[in-house]
């Protein structure tokens, strides 16, 4: 079986490891490559690598450290079948949804390419007079990202292409589950003239983590993962001295209006709730349909959601939604969409039921609408990630957002309307990050922060955009002046 | 004897408390007030009051808010003579350097006054075709605000005017030892006309900070003190869900060069080593001399040293140093000077003998210079914050900054030069976040950020400077898009 | 009778002229002043003293500066009853429109306050190995405003504190129709302590506007005025040299949607094309009534046109809406309504018949609605600069749209709606500079800038916002690195 | 012969024109093609086709616009060499010349590339209690790109990545010495998927550029040339209602210090006066030689200028400068060296004697050095343009910056020291864009703008960096509020 190697100094290598992980093509349920998880001591290899390439990458100017990027742009570009394929096969989104992932995944690579223009400090002369200031933006040195099984190529992307555009090096231990895509990334980066011990690549598991939170070389840890893990990797990388961002997981609510266009609107819910079979920090899990709106809408959406074809995606473009990730997570879906319906939801589609012919061992869900929720039930406390669509109704805009405010989580939000003020209310008073007008999935463009609240991201500085610029960097500030030399000095003749 | 008032939801009182502590001045060794502890209760009623009061100051435009921070400016100003003397009186600092104190702390009022461009965020049109993204900033909510003793006026004023211009409301928690200044710096804002509750004013000692730190209303600290307690601060809010900004300690080196301007030199390291009676985390307390650095300067640096006249400040304007702050803290750093000399050190100027005619009971510690320092002795280890200068000697620039990279601490660094090669060799190499070139106290101004590194600051988002606004506010994106409305509808016609 | 004084060095005198205009009180139609109209010699001496004032004041640091605005705000807010006075009296505006006239240039003061973030140049070290670059902003050296009669208050205070936060030294030129509260603006302005010869004053017309936009020593030139006068200041300023912005007329469209609310959109558009008598270059002069929106709103408008009280201001408070400026405009006015009649249109509400009881003199005109305009007609090209709201209407969004992007002109244009998608396409599409949103007067904020487009604008950088620093300031770029010096030198040992 | 085409709408032809003109290859003296010179037609062509083409590009999402130019950077590196042959056969540069030439184009590519970030407009709710503004950047539509001879591939891509990026179409006429490089550049990025008529390039003289200045389609003229044209261009092209940016000549200051160091001097002048053989706005044409570094240095340069290899450049590696332009510069620039000599400047190297083996008919003259020159020579005041370096000798740096701020001229000005203090004064003071601290040629990085001042530059906003962007570009502020709708209205139940 194929055995997924780590890539350190320059070289791959498979890394010797106690355990393996395995990695399955969830449309099949079958497994595809084992994983050696690394622990302390390919931590430390890694570590070192980086530290070591760090001063001769900092020195290097930004515009020649872009020139990798641009360069790595064009290379992902011309690979980008084979990436996405990639993803679908251990991931098991399907094809176009893989694409998108690839696609945003680049447009990180493009913002970071305009890395000097980003790294602008700040000057000003005669704060005193005579007196100078200035400040410049250095990088930190060695950085990680530990990235999750939803977006193999994207969240990736969204760190170390900017995070070395800064001038760091980098160690990327992407989820065990999914390997394979970020080897790819890596090979690519290599081939596009990244000088060795740039980025390093190195899988495992929680020891692994642990490990690099606990480094004492390492300066910052990115992180995008469930809420309870991107607790843990803040608070134990800030205690060992790390700058750490750390996003986790969402319960993202989206107000249908009574006046909102009914075409549009159930497309972009369905996107939002079932894109992804729902595995999305930003997906539209929760719904809540105000006033007629539901008279309007539900209909039309039940049988969208009943009607899409659910099955394998890496080999099958008629499919229009994939298997979720592993065996375990479909029959906790499953599960609690059973808890769902014993605590009084009306189950409006049931993914339960689904069946695929030609792949019976893999993880699937279908469709799910989960009607006349409450606040008290499980399902609406949960983060399920799956494709299970929550559906609250309520009498007005207010109470909604009121609702939608009480949320622990604070990823995105989205209204559907017509109506100028019903948005700009919504924008102005609602508790999220992110959030969409008739867009049910407001991802952050990359030169945009993506912008999590509440217990949805763990420190101050998103990824992406200028705040992806300033967790990677750290300012200087300078005060100069210059006194009159003694005698014999020149300039002063 | 006077007893300080808390001020919570526009109301003067004295707070309940089962403990007291108590405020000196320095200068004479003798209690001029007593300052209320409070704990839990206290703290919640003052969040409560300042919860209460966030959304109407929330919705209140920010050029209506900068027109309170206006007023409060001119108000400074215009009692900067009453302020400079209760600063000299309960901290001990001469009344030129109680005025540097508040004048840096206008600064950042000034600053504060340019809300409205500073909350600006970012818009794009067509992101893709037919949608718009923007980003706003918005506030926190309740914030608090945790200040040492060094600086009674500019610390408090680092905090509460920036985070009041963003639209958060506060509380302030002053150092007990000098809860004076504090009071007549929140009863001015009130008189320029701040709403009630959105700023309040308790004391307390580590129990009120606790409680600040864990109240689930808080959500953001900004912090300033000493290291160990910086990274309580930092661990304890972020654990309990809030923003931190925790400022800590240092041991700031100074580089002097052999080709260094003799007299201005001199003036800058007495003024680094010697200002506040060494008691400012940004204090030039290590210097290294370089090659002939040491032939050129110590004989009159040390001359300066010891005919500084060390006395009174809140009556006596002939006295150049007054005393530390606390009988306890004189001991601690005579102690220390002992432990240098002990260790190997020359004490070339030798301030434990200092006396005072009149003041027999005043906390005076001398200049203090302990010559051929080694980097294993304790004075090279611990923060002394007294007025005692380390001096290294040393061969070569490369060697010094490699001495100073070493430190754990990174608030600031200098360099007394007349080399353009070596002023940018060190400000380009050097591991510290304030750089001097010929300036011994690279302090920041309001618009650039006070920017420590390692552990002389926990957080991401440093105090003062866009970073500051960055951490009193969080950022929210909008993606929007507006579909062709059904038939009826009017636009479309 | 009272004679305008000039103030050159910071000296006070009354100018030696050949000729000299009158000062009226439009509201009674009599004269209040003289004001002597300088030329060459006087203009001569200005731009001399302020040629010599501006090292010293460049070489004044930005906080500095800054400190002396901080004054003047309050100053002018302390003023602000006599000087709406002021303004009404020489202008005829409402007292409440005085003193939003007043409000709206203390803004400017108040962003002028925030030099020093402003001023903020950009650096970035390593541009190739070694090698740093940075840029600054330097002050331009003499500026010059000249300035319009219809905001005797805010269109000065639109330039000079701006110019003058950024290092510059100014000559204020005010229309010579309301000298008088261009004159108490500089008073109070030196009275906060400016430096003599920084700001100076002078009156004239022709010949005087003509001797500064040629005169060698000045920099640069800031207008607001008539289009085509504009447009010879802009040719003749930059002709000889100087940078120039010259704002002038427009025509202004305001789109009303059938879906428009009724009530606030005929308040919006009665204040937009009757507020200030209609002598704003933001005035929304044209309506294009899209739709039913005509049969919704054209009732309640005419008969709020109607009822308006017209009358003298200085002096009557219950004055809805003064006079013009001039008998010779008010002719001009009537004139201009009897053309729109005589060529077709309807005249809803006809202020030339308006009788101001107790004011005879008065230089009068009433609210006036012409509809069913076509664009061939004369008062569809001319701006009327008056109290006369055309009305055309029209079928669609599209063709309205189409309409407003056909003017020569493009300061503002305006949509009610409630629909978000009209909104949003109007916004996108429409060729104009300032865009209101059920805003009828979409005036400049201090921090954005004044954004005229077209032929309401000559020049590349509008006045206000950060278009205003940068017009007041020229950027330097300096790219430095460092030799190892040779033998001898101290660093390299 | 060859015969240059025109490229517009998407199609390559040979343009009919009553007259044509020859280009050289410089290095040997002969013609290498023919240039047809369009006029008012072809001129009218070209604007018709980018004026169709502007509406589908504006709508073209910046990302997509971006896109392109992220090909072009890859087809530019691809093809550096044939493009580096290409402008030394045209030119006569060196091919390492020719290479720097196309190395600073490709990084405006680069900076272009970063449009998305670039184009932010600024966004703030509640300017007003429920208002909101935000500024958004709007492209202009056809712009116009005038081009010298002297960098065949910067200057065009200084001007037409950054205007496509931006979302304007472009109009690209070359300088008719050197068109071959141009229709190469343009070739490339249609290869690059640039969608027809966005890109126009026309060949043409005074009456091409003429019918460009004043067509009524045309909204921006980018120029780069001599200081009289440029004047022309501004006067003209702003005349008809255009933006225009027009940069023209100059007469670059180096100031060497005493204490700079020997041969990094040596070689910066060296490289600076000679590099391109001095046909270039940012040549270090004038030294000034402080104190005794005139003895310090003129000696090793005289030896280095009489040394340099001149000869041939297409075809032959070995030489270090090439030919000027034609026969007729060639013949101006010996003159000005003999009035230079009669006027009584010492003649250290005189290249008029140069002598070309194998290329008698080249345009060559070889490197010159003109010591004592005063500043009411001929050689003094005029642009020379040649590889001539002007030598003064003063006392010290204050009579030296004087000296340089008396120009007409402000593009670039260096200094070579050691000395913080001489570089800081320096820069500080004096009156030129660019500023070079032992930098001879302080050409400005794409991410900076090239910042010439005075008779330098025509126009208020500058080539390349944010400047650049914002010349491209004009902002449109948006104000908006929304008002409860009536009766009926869904938002409001």
Redesign the interface.
């Known amino acids: 079986m194929k055995v997924c190697r780590s890539f350190v100094g320059g070289e791959w290598f498979a890394a010797e490891a106690a355990e393996a992980g395995l990695v399955f093509n969830p449309s099949l349920g079958e497994v595809i490559a084992e994983v050696p998880l690394g622990g302390g001591e390919l931590v430390d290899q890694a570590v070192r690598s980086a530290h070591e390439a760090f001063p001769g990458w900092w020195?290097t100017?930004?515009?020649d450290r872009?020139?990798v990027l641009?360069?790595y742009?064009?290379l992902l570009e011309k690979h980008v079948d084979e990436l996405a394929l990639s993803i679908s096969t251990e991931h098991g989104k399907t094809i176009p949804e893989a694409r998108g992932d690839i696609r945003r995944g680049i447009?990180m690579v493009?913002?970071a390419?305009?890395a000097?223009?980003?790294?602008?400090?700040?000057?000003?002369?005669?704060?005193?007079?005579g007196?100078?200031?200035?400040?410049?933006r250095?990088p930190l040195g060695v950085c990680v990202g530990i990235t999750p099984f939803n977006f193999p190529a994207m969240v990736p992307l969204w760190m170390f292409p900017l995070a070395l555009a800064c001038g760091n090096t980098f160690i990327l231990k992407p989820s065990e589950k999914v390997p394979l895509t970020a080897i790819r990334l890596v090979e690519l980066l290599a081939e596009a003239g990244l000088p060795p011990g740039v980025l390093n690549l190195i899988h495992g598991g929680r020891a692994c983590v642990d490990a690099l939170l606990t480094h004492p070389l390492v300066r910052a840890i990115s992180f995008v993962g469930s809420t309870p893990v991107a607790r843990h990797i803040?608070?134990t990388g800030?205690?060992h001295?790390k700058?750490v961002q750390a996003a986790g997981g969402a319960k993202n609510f989206i107000l249908l209006?009574?006046?909102a266009?009914?075409n549009?609107t159930v497309r972009g819910l369905t996107e939002a709730a079932f894109g992804c079979a729902g595995e999305r920090c930003m997906s539209g899990s929760t719904a809540i349909a105000i006033?007629d709106a539901a008279k309007h809408l539900l209909p039309d959406l039940v049988n969208v959601a009943k009607s899409m074809r659910v099955g394998p995606t890496f080999n099958d473009p008629s499919s229009q939604m994939g298997p979720v990730i592993t065996a375990q997570h479909r029959d906790r879906v499953n599960e609690l969409i059973g808890v769902g319906a014993a605590e009084g939801a009306r189950v409006l589609a049931d993914g339960r039921s689904v069946k695929v012919a030609g792949a019976p061992k893999g993880f699937y869900v279908g469709p799910t609408i989960l009607d006349e929720i409450h606040s008290d039930m499980t399902v609406a406390r949960e983060e399920i990630f799956g494709p299970v669509l929550n559906v609250y109704r309520m009498?007005?805009?207010d109470s909604a957002i009121e609702l939608a405010n009480k949320s622990a989580y604070g990823n995105g939000a989205a209204i559907f309307?017509?109506?100028?003020?019903?948005?700009?209310?919504f924008?102005?008073r609602i508790r999220?990050?992110?959030?969409?007008?008739?867009?049910g999935v407001?991802?952050?463009?990359?030169?945009?922060?993506?912008?999590g609240?509440n217990?949805s991201f763990?420190?101050?500085?998103?990824l992406q955009g200028r705040?992806g610029v300033?967790?990677y960097t750290?300012?200087?500030?300078?005060?100069?002046?210059?006194?009159?030399?003694?005698e014999g000095?020149?300039?002063?003749?």
């Open positions: 020195e100017p930004a515009v872009a020139n641009f360069r742009k064009a447009q493009e913002y390419c305009g000097p223009a980003l790294l602008m400090g700040e000057s000003l002369e005669n704060v005193a007079r007196i100078d200031c200035d400040s410049i250095q803040f608070e800030t205690h001295g700058r209006m009574p006046d266009t009914v549009e006033g009498d007005d805009l309307t017509n109506s100028g003020r019903a948005a700009r209310e924008k102005h999220a990050g992110m959030v969409g007008i008739n867009v407001p991802a952050a463009m990359a030169f945009f922060p993506f912008s609240w217990e763990f420190g101050d500085l998103h705040e300033a967790f750290q300012q200087k500030v300078t005060t100069s002046r210059w006194f009159a030399p003694g000095d020149v300039w002063a003749r």
